[in-house]
């Protein structure tokens, strides 16, 4: 396929230029604008304002049945960015941290290459989506009847690996990326003199032994062979050093890729929180908020892909899943499909991602760009 190094400097500069104007999840107006702008260009159908933001280009051909979407995701992260790059972010406090304009820019290449020679037969659907941070726009875009309006017997979507050498693409049969809970929880008393703790309920001592009890979960109340995270990451209570707190607020978040340890490891959180209420005479509550379901990959669906993979760069099983979400995970709850890893790794300790040093790697935009095309001729193939 030599139909694609034209297509390279042009995408290159429209990845940096989305990463020069990053926009938070559904707010991504701008960058939907500029994508539909080029799906339009060359010829394809687009529908835009789907779940939001969202947009879905059709491309059809031949007389085929099968049907097939491929998703980029297009938000970037609250963080500032530190790379000094030309093309950093112009907007404070937003940056690409995660690669969405390096994914936007593989498939939009995917779809001008079939767009000019489509090599296959059937409903191609390229889809991109607003608001993977966290916000749930995949959800957002199937509530809003992306799969009755644009059938897709499989689906597909890559996202690249700074801890996988560059070109390298990787997937696994079943969990690839785990369930994502957040997690809040609030200790009451009635607060106090700090010299009078005899009258008060101690809400900050309560809140340091639920603390350490929850550090047990996963290690005493979890199958060794379940792969699991409990990570407490904010505390929040007390003003001044001579008065107990009347509250204090604990956060976190869970990782988990099967729904029965996701159950075990809440209903334990609640049982710890019944026994620190009794303990220490005050009062629990818990609000434990299941966001994103573990990404589960369709076995027949990420087999056929490394085959294809295989035929465009180095590809390899993953040996095992991450323990970060992702919220491609409702789409595969919808269809059959998988989720990949392309590596982007240069050097010996390249930044990962949601990292302020962070950008995508240029150089695998070809190799994202192949898979993609390849994927597409191999399902929709006669």
């Not at 304009?101 to 001008?112: C, K, N, T």
């Not at 707190?245 to 976190?252: E, H, N, T, W």
């Not at 982007?344 to 390249?350: E, F, V, W």
């Not at 993609?372 to 399902?379: D, E, F, G, K, S």
Request: charged share 20%; glycine share 10%.
């Amino acid at each position: 396929m030599n139909d694609i190094a034209d297509l390279l400097e042009p995408l290159i500069a429209f990845r940096r230029d989305i990463h020069a104007h990053p926009e938070l999840g559904f707010a991504e107006h701008r960058t939907a604008q500029r994508i539909a702008e080029q799906l339009r260009a060359i010829g394809l159908e687009v529908h835009e304002g789907i779940g939001g933001t969202g947009i879905v280009a059709v491309l059809r051909c031949g007389n085929g049945k099968r049907t097939l979407g491929l998703r980029a995701d297009m938000d970037a992260l609250p963080i500032e960015e530190r790379t000094n790059a030309a093309w950093s972010s112009t907007v404070p406090g937003c940056f690409h941290g995660c690669g969405h304009d390096g994914h936007v820019a593989m498939l939009l290449g995917a779809a001008q290459v079939l767009a000019r020679d489509p090599g296959f037969s059937g409903t191609l659907n390229f889809i991109f989506q607003p608001a993977e941070e966290g916000l749930g726009g995949a959800r957002h875009m199937i509530e809003d009847g992306l799969f009755e309006r644009f059938d897709c017997e499989r689906v597909y979507a890559l996202h690249n690996w700074p801890g996988l050498p560059a070109g390298t693409i990787s997937t696994r049969p079943g969990a690839i990326m785990g369930a994502a809970d957040k997690f809040k929880i609030v200790l009451e008393g009635k607060g106090g003199h700090a010299a009078l703790p005899h009258d008060t309920p101690d809400t900050i001592l309560a809140a340091a032994s639920l603390v350490q009890q929850l550090n047990t979960v996963i290690g005493r109340d979890i199958p060794p062979s379940a792969n699991a995270v409990l990570s407490v990451t904010e505390i929040a209570g007390g003003h001044a050093h001579n008065v107990l707190p009347a509250s204090v607020r604990i956060g976190g978040t869970v990782r988990s890729f099967d729904p029965v340890v996701q159950d075990r490891i809440e209903e334990r959180m609640r049982q710890m929180i019944k026994g620190i209420e009794t303990s220490f005479e005050v009062r629990g509550s818990l609000e434990y908020d299941r966001y994103y379901p573990a990404t589960i990959n369709d076995a027949d669906a990420a087999m056929d892909a490394l085959e294809v993979a295989a035929t465009v760069a180095r590809a390899e099983l993953a040996p095992e899943p991450a323990p970060t979400s992702e919220d491609f995970s409702f789409m595969l709850q919808e269809r059959p499909g998988a989720y990949l890893w392309l590596g982007q790794g240069r050097g010996d300790n390249p930044p990962p991602l949601h990292n302020p040093h962070y950008d995508f790697n240029d150089d695998v935009m070809e190799t994202g760009i192949r898979l993609h095309v390849a994927l597409a001729r191999h399902w929709l193939r006669d």
